[in-house]
């Protein structure tokens, strides 16, 4: 599964009773990314354009009009599609909606990848897009999304589902989630941190606990691996040495190392880091230990080292993450 994602330009459709929010928050994230890079001497460019059936302007939520640049026929292709949600029942649009139907299909086949919102699954599985694939979507519909697109996998206990180039969020805030993963694969991981903390501090967990990847699924079959993940899970807050990883395997270092990039896309290392940083942001969230404590707890005997590790991940050290969280504060790390 690939962990890039080249973004060059973005579509956003617009449809009667949209939830603005669910392509106004990604499109201010999008933006925010991109001054993050230019701070860092990064010189990206991201075109975001709106586009309908017709040049008629689109009556969004909360009273709200939107005037499309483009009309299907003439958008050309996107790197990135974000489908919106709906305020209302979403299938009666969906099935009077066949010009739309068509482009996500042509989009599809072009090859573009697909950031859709709560019940803008709908669209997707009019499409055929989702057949025999899994979707999260917003819980209201499930039940009448399920009944009327029985090929579609829907998971209705998962935030966010990914199928190769489709990404489907349940909400506006699971979209919030979503958008820090794209941002994070088009424009780094220290980009998309920095992105979270201005936009989704107080609502983001990590994507692995939200996430169903059909691409995890079914790809990753390495039955050794997953023991060894296990134990890991299980055992990350010992000294957990790559020599004892070789003597749990029961595999050699060279092969253990292969095997499990292959699996995971990451390090052995790597990974166990991933799982104890994650876990000090829980804590973090949710507890009132100290940071020294926290170190221990997830595994690390030195706080100090914990604390660059943490700041170097996260842009923040452990002690500005909390009160970043704690107090809910919105602003702009430079």
């Not at 990206?44 to 939107?66: D, R, V």
Request: hydrophobic share 40%.
């Amino acid at each position: 599964m690939s962990q890039t994602l080249e973004i060059n330009r973005v579509l956003i459709p617009l449809l009667d009773h949209m939830l603005t929010t669910s392509v106004s928050l990604p499109l201010e994230m999008i933006e925010a990314g991109l001054t993050y890079s230019r701070l860092d001497n990064r010189r990206l460019t991201i075109e975001t354009l709106l586009c309908a059936e017709t040049h008629n302007s689109i009556k969004a939520t909360g009273g709200i009009t939107l005037s499309p640049e483009l009309i299907f026929g003439d958008a050309g292709k996107a790197d990135l599609v974000i489908v919106p949600g709906l305020w209302r029942n979403p299938l009666p649009i969906a099935k009077q909606s066949r010009a739309f139907i068509q482009w996500l299909q042509h989009q599809f086949e072009q090859g573009a990848t697909f950031c859709v919102i709560g019940t803008g699954v709908t669209f997707m599985a009019e499409a055929g897009l989702l057949d025999g694939q899994p979707a999260a979507t917003h819980w209201y519909f499930l039940d009448r999304l399920k009944d009327e697109y029985p090929n579609v996998d829907f998971k209705p206990h998962h935030l966010i589902t990914r199928s190769d180039r489709i990404f489907c969020a349940g909400s506006v805030n699971s979209g919030a989630d979503l958008m820090v993963h794209l941002i994070s694969m088009a424009m780094g991981e220290k980009v998309a941190h920095k992105v979270e903390q201005q936009f989704s501090h107080e609502i983001r967990r990590p994507l692995d606990q939200i996430l169903y990847s059909r691409e995890q699924a079914s790809v990753h079959r390495d039955e050794t691996i997953i023991q060894l993940q296990d134990w890991m899970q299980q055992s990350f807050q010992e000294d957990i040495s790559l020599a004892r990883m070789v003597e749990v395997s029961g595999l050699t270092q060279r092969t253990l190392s292969r095997r499990f990039k292959d699996a995971t896309g990451m390090t052995p290392v790597g990974y166990v880091q991933k799982l104890r940083l994650n876990m000090a942001t829980e804590l973090l969230r949710t507890t009132d230990l100290s940071i020294r404590e926290i170190s221990t707890q997830v595994g690390y005997t030195d706080p100090i080292h914990f604390s660059r590790l943490f700041q170097k991940h996260f842009q923040l050290c452990p002690s500005d993450f909390k009160r970043s969280v704690r107090g809910k504060l919105f602003y702009l790390n430079q």
